[in-house]
């Protein structure tokens, strides 16, 4: 794809992030770096144990300790216990039971990150321990006691399509399984919370995707009325879906509150990997029907998805699973059955894809065996069933979005493959890469297809509006809005979309924080819909009353002007004068909530209108592999994304290379190890990231259809490109080696024993 | 925390003399991840940085050998003159983690933390390097195999520095290879060095045993099967590795599990030996 650089920094042009060259040299502010004067340090008390009962917690040693200046436990939170996103059933701090290896169970304030490091290591802490629940398969069965009140079981959906009994000549099975992964965003979990002075109220410095969410959640626990409990966005250094549920911010808040002086808390790498949600690991079952020719007849599907301890959004991403079960091709037919589940394993909840990573692993895997026994290739098979606009899912939605799968297909076929090996090769650039295990002689090539189809906003019911307010002030415009930048460009996209609609160049973001409705979560693919389309309704409003105040000036009627460029222009007369002249000395302000058109819950039977919109791209792996050793170097993806319209085609391109990047380690390496409720590998030293050695060369392609649905016609694009491209490369590296691979990541031993 | 700079090595051991206890630092690459961990916490701290005697390599031509000064770090010996002299060592130099860890990161530190996974030890190991260790009064010269005792255990005593190590200059073919799950900046889950030194071959492995493990069997076979042009055949190679597996004595963990790493060094050596051969 061509990037292209315009004089204004206006839609469609690739404008550069405010905060840009701040990252890379290392100025900008994250929350972490945040101080206050007079400030405390918070710290967590984890449990050791994935299920226990706490007899006793004594922290009479911890309190001897100079600067220790408050502890706190659940007997301290003056508000609800719990929280959570969708059921309230997370402890603030455990009482009782520890339900997972990393619970909290108290908090510390103290003058320094030793201090409070001596005074956790003083608690101490008596437990009985309880059998783990570590099997999925457990809990559904209904054999093994429940470890919460609220049961084993967190949601169970069925779909029925169509003809059950229907079947075909060809019939293809296979058990998927999806490893844990983790987001791994570089900065960890952070917040700075300032105690109001009257002592009822608090704000809190925090990185989040989602203020409002986090100042609703906030308040219950704090016992607070919500405008007590006010949020400002810190820095936020990467999210992928681990910001969604609250972490340290009831903590920060009480700690705060209780010491009555600012308190910062700051995860380490190790403790952020109990202190957030993972990806759901899950198992999939799939039996496609297909024709003679390889079309599809019917889907058979069960999926257990791992919800670990606590709900968090479990039953949310089983329903994004469930009802992808299909992809993006075209059948009638189905029965699937989808359950989350309840384990002592760590929660899982948001990431990157939200459920739809599961389904397209299986979905993906099924059509190429669909090809091989109908003797078609990986290409064909995807063709001939793609999905177009107006054809319907299995749960009975019609697909009114933008569907253009086959063009997809078609033009990232177009993409020339890489050039074959060479007879001489650097090693580096082979699998192995700098261990200089291989030869040029023991690699064999593979190429792999995945094809994916992805919900976007949030479903069932849910009105996740945005709100943003525009302050037009002679001739420069301040946007206010709370949506969450977490590294996903809003604050370089609004700026673009008050310059196209007012014709400013002058446009300012002002603080992110909760003076101002709610954004919804910066999650979803969501925010260029519906923030992007808050910020268009807001600029629109206010342009249409700064034609009615020009109009007025010039006794021209309002409806004839238009902005052209930076001038407000008459169509059908002489005026131009500049946007910047017009509004010298007026003030116009205006507030714009964008909502998506309504949802349904899904029936029994997993019928419903429950998704708002569909966002497709397809990708092509190609990728060289060591048989012998089982490693391997995914050497070129080559993708083609219907984005609707690139907004900022530079923006949009680093979406697609670091989602392909993030696909790829849940391909190959990125997995959460997990031993009957321990982790293993909470560092960054064994839970491993691709790093430039094994980043593919990326070829992006965009389909630029605008959606009509969407205020500016661009879809999300944050999430499509990890999803398919994962199954992708798992399917080259079974081409090259010509064996099964039925889960991800693979290791070396998957592919060589 | 007193961190004392000592800037020769007389100065050097007369203060870890004077300061019993106290904890070496060279690169700091090991030592530092342990001090954030809490894993460790030292009351006085040695640098090592400023004492020119450990930061220098030199030939020694008419023995055949090069001594590597203990605190030179990798990226000395990645390319240039030292990889000239001794190939596997640059291999292995340029394996370890990113550029920051090869600048800073030495072989003093990989033999003092003595983890099996230690990418230069297999190299030190095939190479039967002497290592040179020096305290106030007396210096040692330990044979490597001597040195490395165990699971992060070495034999240096508390009052001694490691000097450097001392390496046949090659004289015959000679590699390291290393498997990892990523294919930069990864702790090994095997690895091997091979070498053809003075005719006779040598194997060590790294992340299959306790420590790094040489083969004896693997190498008595080899030895009787070399051609007289010093290559090996596909059948020969194939046999060699199927030994050096045996001789492995991998576990499981989290990084990998035991049957892959008994197969992955036996890959390792059946291709290290014909490395650089036309086949
Ligand atoms: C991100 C990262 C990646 C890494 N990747 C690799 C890898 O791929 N392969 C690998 O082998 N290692 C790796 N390591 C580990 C480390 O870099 C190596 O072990 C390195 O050789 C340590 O050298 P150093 O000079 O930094 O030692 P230091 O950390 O300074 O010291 C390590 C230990 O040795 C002792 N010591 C140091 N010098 C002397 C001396 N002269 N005499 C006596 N004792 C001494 C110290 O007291 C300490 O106990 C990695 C580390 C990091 C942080």
Redesign the pocket.
Do not use: C, F, K, Q
């Given at each position: 794809m061509t990037i292209t650089k315009t004089r204004r920094d206006v839609l469609g042009n690739s404008a550069l992030r405010p905060d840009g060259a701040a990252k890379v040299r290392g100025d900008f502010s994250f929350t972490s770096d945040l101080n206050a004067e007079n400030m405390l340090w918070g710290a967590t008390l984890r449990s050791p144990h994935a299920h226990a009962r706490i007899i006793s917690i004594d922290y009479s040693e911890a309190w001897k300790i100079t600067g220790v200046e408050t502890i706190i436990t659940a007997d301290d939170v003056p508000g609800l216990p719990t929280y959570g996103l969708i059921s309230q059933d997370q402890p603030v701090f455990a009482r009782d039971i520890v339900r997972y290896m990393g619970e909290p169970i108290a908090a510390v304030a103290a003058d320094h990150p030793e201090t409070c490091r001596r005074a956790l290591a003083a608690i101490k802490v008596e437990y009985e321990l309880l059998p783990v629940l570590s099997e999925p398969e457990d809990a559904i069965s209904g054999t093994v006691p429940a470890i919460h009140p609220d049961g084993n079981l967190i949601r169970h959906q069925r779909i029925v399509a169509g003809d059950v009994s229907a079947t075909g000549p060809i019939v293809v099975e296979g058990t998927y399984d999806i490893g844990m992964q983790d987001q791994a965003f570089l900065g960890t979990e952070a917040a700075l919370g300032f105690p109001d002075h009257d002592g009822h109220g608090v704000e809190v410095h925090v990185a989040t995707q989602w203020l409002h969410e986090d100042q609703k959640q906030m308040a219950a626990c704090l016992g607070l009325p919500e405008n007590r409990v006010r949020l400002v966005l810190g820095g936020v250094g990467g999210a992928f879906g681990a910001r969604e549920d609250i972490s340290l911010q009831v903590h920060t808040a009480l700690l705060a509150l209780r010491t009555k002086r600012p308190v910062k808390m700051q995860y380490g790498r190790e403790e952020s990997f109990f202190g957030h949600v993972h990806r759901h690991p899950a198992k999939v079952w799939m039996r496609h029907h297909a024709d003679q020719n390889g079309k599809l007849i019917k889907i058979e599907a069960r999926f257990v998805f791992d919800g670990g301890a606590y709900a968090s959004t479990s039953s949310a991403v089983l329903i994004n699973g469930v009802t992808h079960t299909q992809g993006p091709y075209v059948c009638h037919n189905a029965i699937v059955d989808g359950y989350a589940v309840r384990t002592n394993n760590p929660p899982c909840g948001a990431m990157r894809g939200f459920g739809v990573v599961q389904a397209c692993f299986a979905h993906e895997g099924q059509m190429d065996k669909i090809a091989a026994a109908a003797g078609i290739d990986p290409v064909t098979v995807r063709l001939i069933n793609a999905m177009k606009t107006g054809d319907t899912l299995i749960t009975g939605q019609t697909v009114e979005s933008v569907a253009p799968v086959e063009r997809l297909i078609r033009e990232t076929n177009e993409i020339p493959l890489p050039a074959p090996l060479p007879d001489v090769v650097d090693e580096l650039h082979l699998p192995g890469g700098s261990g200089i295990t291989s030869e040029r002689k023991h690699i064999r090539r593979g190429i792999g297809w995945g094809v994916s189809i992805k919900n976007i906003m949030y479903s069932e019911g849910f009105d996740d509006y945005s709100t943003a307010r525009c302050t037009l002030k002679d001739g420069a415009v301040t946007l206010k809005f709370a949506t969450s930048e977490v590294g996903q460009g809003f604050v370089t996209l609004a700026p673009q979309i008050a310059r196209s609609v007012l014709g400013v160049d002058d446009v300012v973001c002002d603080t992110i924080d909760t003076n101002i409705g709610s954004a919804g979560s910066t999650s979803a693919s969501r925010q260029t819909w519906m923030s992007g389309g808050a910020v268009d309704g807001a600029c629109r409003l206010v342009r249409e009353r700064l034609f009615e105040h020009v109009g007025a000036k010039y006794g021209v009627d309002p409806i004839r002007l238009i902005i052209d460029d930076t001038d407000i222009v008459d169509t059908v007369g002489t005026l131009r004068v500049s946007v910047h002249e017009a509004t010298q000395g007026v003030t116009i302000s205006e507030e714009f909530e964008h909502h998506h058109r309504p949802t349904e819950d899904l029936d029994e039977n997993g019928q419903g209108n429950c998704h708002v919109a569909f966002a497709f791209v397809a990708h092509r792996a190609v990728v060289d592999v060591d048989p012998e050793l089982g490693l391997v170097k995914v050497v070129q993806i080559a993708t083609t994304q219907d984005v609707g319209k690139a907004l900022n085609p530079l923006s949009v391109l680093g979406q697609i290379e670091g989602g392909i990047a993030q696909g790829l380690g849940l391909a190959v390496m990125e997995e959460i190890i997990v031993e009957n409720g321990r982790v293993r590998n909470p560092s960054f030293?064994d839970y491993l990231l691709p790093t430039a050695l094994d980043a593919p060369v990326v070829v992006a392609r965009l389909v630029e259809e605008p959606d009509p649905q969407a205020p500016l016609g661009a879809k999300g694009v944050g999430e499509p490109p990890c999803i398919s491209v994962t199954p992708a490369i798992v399917a080259a590296i079974r081409d090259a080696i010509g064996k099964d691979i039925p889960r991800c990541p693979v290791r070396p031993q998957d592919i060589c024993l | 925390m007193p961190v004392l700079l000592p800037t020769s090595l007389s100065e050097a051991t007369q203060m870890l003399s004077d300061t019993p206890g106290a904890?070496?630092?060279?690169?700091?690459?090991?030592?530092?991840?342990e001090v954030n961990f809490n894993h460790r916490k030292p009351n006085d701290v040695i640098a090592?940085r400023h004492v020119p005697e450990?930061s220098q390599w030199s030939l020694n031509k008419v023995a055949g050998t090069v001594f590597i000064g203990?605190?030179v770090?990798?990226k000395h010996m990645e390319s240039g003159e030292l990889a000239q002299l001794v190939p596997a060592l640059a291999q292995a130099a340029r394996?370890?983690?990113?550029p920051q860890?090869r600048a800073?990161?030495?072989?003093?530190?990989?033999?003092?933390?003595c983890?099996p996974?230690?990418?230069?030890l297999p190299v030190l190991s095939a190479l039967d390097a002497i290592v040179h260790l020096a305290s106030v009064n007396t210096t040692r010269d330990v044979p490597v195999s001597d040195f490395m005792v165990g699971p992060k255990r070495n034999s240096?005593e508390q009052n001694?520095?490691?000097?450097g190590v001392t390496l046949p200059i090659r004289n015959g073919r000679q590699g390291y290879a290393k498997v990892g799950v990523r294919n930069a900046?990864?702790?090994?889950v095997a690895s091997a060095c091979f070498a053809l030194q003075d005719g006779s071959p040598r194997i060590a492995l790294g992340s299959v045993g306790p420590t790094v493990l040489r083969c004896p069997h693997a190498e008595q076979f080899l030895s009787q099967n070399l051609a007289a042009d010093g290559s090996v055949s596909d059948d020969v190679a194939k046999e060699f590795g199927r030994l050096v597996s045996q001789e492995s004595k991998p576990i499981d963990d989290h990084r990998s599990t035991a049957v892959y790493r008994r197969h992955a060094v036996g890959v390792l050596a059946q291709r290290l030996v014909q490395r650089g051969v036309q086949s």
């Open positions: 030293t | 904890t070496l630092l060279a690169g700091g690459t090991d030592l530092m991840v090592l450990l203990s605190a770090p990798y394996t370890v983690g990113s860890i800073a990161g030495s072989i003093g530190g990989n033999l003092g933390t983890s996974a230690g990418d230069s240096r001694e520095i490691i000097l900046m990864v702790i090994s």
